[in-house]
């Protein structure tokens, strides 16, 4: 009957006792050093008076990216990048390295089957007594297993689940950065070939004239002056258009590094104009909603981890106690093991009491240097997001009257262009005019591709920054089940 008792007072402390308390000191969330709302930069217009309002973080990136061509590239990235593989792969070696530290909490218990067969000298054995002897035994029992009094392996296991949750995140922040770069490279390849197809048209331009002035050249109404520089303006777009056809395979390269395998042609952007326009956003502007950044959850969590391991830090101060207990039964017949008698248990508990320990203070220490860093660490995501949201929100309150403004000098230089040649064809002016109206329409053209693609690019990092393209599938909540295998 006491032996019965014991075994029922172990099955008791196997249950309850990893549901107790821990000496981590509570978490509160730290006040965020930024101001409560995003400045807009836009004049006479309040983005959160109106109804359109939205959380980007919820908004999915195919709703965003409307483009179907680039839908598709966004998904074979997802699937082929080997970055976010490897982010995938750390998330689940987290999650594991959590279940072994989360099994530490309960007993192992091990059954063990022993049989021996001895034979001792004669001259050591007494008369009457055999000189062989046969020992059997089989055991059910628990060795070594640390109860949790203090909370040291729950302060751990809750450490361990911070990191993976802060290891989900990074995941999530990964698949960000991959799409926004995705989306980027897409549009910057785009006004590259914008850029190529403007170079040649202007080529065809260049060499139109310069087969006219020649022919007025050898007719003797063009001067060799005027030929020269006609030769100029040919060789110029031919270099220009050598350059852009470097700058497109450089950008194809970049993308299909991103992507992880070739992209199909029919799949890439002729030009800026024929990407289907992104979504429009109109972001709420609280400062609270950069704490839904994966990269500032992720800071949290890892700041919740040092809480937990300052919990394991001072546990390690009070003392270890540890159990070893058995149940079994021993025969010197194998027959015989579980005949009655024959049963033997054993129940050796002990405590371990630190008294002096220098490597337990240093620990301590650690454990709140630890601690300090992660809460420098959040504070200054919080305010790195703040500023990339700033800065983007800057960007797009001019941007639109940045491209109005540059439309209205590239339309102005094509009709000055075209009075120019006029004016040179009529003999009224040299064809330096013709030169130079040339010259500057071909360089307004190209700042107004460059600003549509900082427009658009601009348009990505907003929703970048704002945390939208993680699309997590489980809350924190869930993810701790699932971790925990419930």
Request: charge should be negative; aromatic fraction near 8%.
């Amino acid at each position: 009957m006491k032996m019965n008792k014991q075994f029922l007072f172990l099955l008791i402390a196997i249950f309850l006792l990893p549901a107790g308390c821990t000496m981590a000191p509570k978490y509160t969330q730290p006040e965020a050093l930024i101001p409560d709302q995003i400045p807009s930069w836009k004049e006479n217009e309040d983005i959160q008076s109106t109804d359109e309002v939205q959380i980007v973080s919820d908004i999915k990136w195919r709703e965003f990216f409307t483009d179907r061509k680039l839908q598709q590239i966004i998904e074979m990235a997802l699937e082929n990048n080997l970055d976010l593989r490897m982010a995938a792969l750390n998330v689940e070696k987290v999650q594991a390295l959590y279940g072994v530290r989360r099994s530490e909490l309960f007993p192992v218990i091990n059954v063990v089957g022993e049989g021996g067969k001895q034979q001792t000298s004669a001259d050591l054995t007494s008369p009457g007594y055999q000189r062989t002897t046969e020992q059997f035994n089989v055991n059910l029992g628990v060795t070594s297993w640390e109860i949790d009094f203090f909370g040291r392996i729950r302060s751990l296991e809750e450490q361990a689940l911070q990191e993976y949750l802060a290891t989900e995140e990074a995941r999530r922040g990964a698949q960000i950065t991959l799409i926004s770069e995705v989306a980027r490279t897409y549009l910057i390849l785009a006004a590259d070939r914008e850029n190529l197809k403007l170079s040649q048209s202007t080529l065809e331009a260049q060499q139109g004239s310069y087969d006219l002035i020649r022919l007025n050249y050898e007719t003797g109404i063009a001067t060799e002056l005027d030929l020269s520089r006609s030769q100029t303006q040919v060789d110029t777009a031919r270099r220009n258009i050598a350059r852009y056809t470097q700058m497109v395979r450089r950008d194809q390269n970049a993308l299909i590094l991103l992507v992880g395998i070739m992209v199909p042609e029919d799949l890439l952007p002729l030009d800026l104009a024929g990407i289907i326009p992104l979504r429009e956003i109109f972001p709420d502007l609280s400062s609270e909603v950069l704490l839904v950044r994966p990269d500032i959850l992720a800071a949290e969590y890892q700041l919740k981890a040092a809480y937990a391991f300052i919990g394991a830090a001072r546990a390690a101060f009070f003392p270890r106690i540890s159990l070893t207990t058995f149940l079994g039964t021993a025969s010197d017949d194998l027959s015989g093991l579980f005949k009655s008698g024959t049963g033997t248990w054993s129940f050796a508990p002990q405590v371990s009491l630190p008294i002096f320990d220098a490597r337990t203070w240093a620990a301590y220490n650690v454990s709140q240097a630890t601690q300090e860093i992660a809460l420098a660490r959040y504070e200054k995501a919080i305010q790195t997001a703040f500023r990339e949201v700033a800065d983007t929100l800057a960007v797009r309150s001019t941007i639109n009257q940045q491209i109005s403004s540059q439309q209205s000098i590239v339309d102005s230089g094509r009709k000055i262009y075209s009075l120019s040649e006029e004016r040179y064809t009529a003999g009224i002016d040299s064809y330096l005019g013709v030169l130079d109206s040339q010259r500057s329409l071909y360089a307004s053209q190209q700042i107004l591709t460059d600003l549509r693609l900082v427009g658009l690019a601009n348009q990505v990092k907003l929703y970048a920054v704002l945390g939208g393209g993680g699309e997590p599938e489980d809350t924190d909540s869930t993810a701790d089940n699932r971790v925990s295998g419930k």
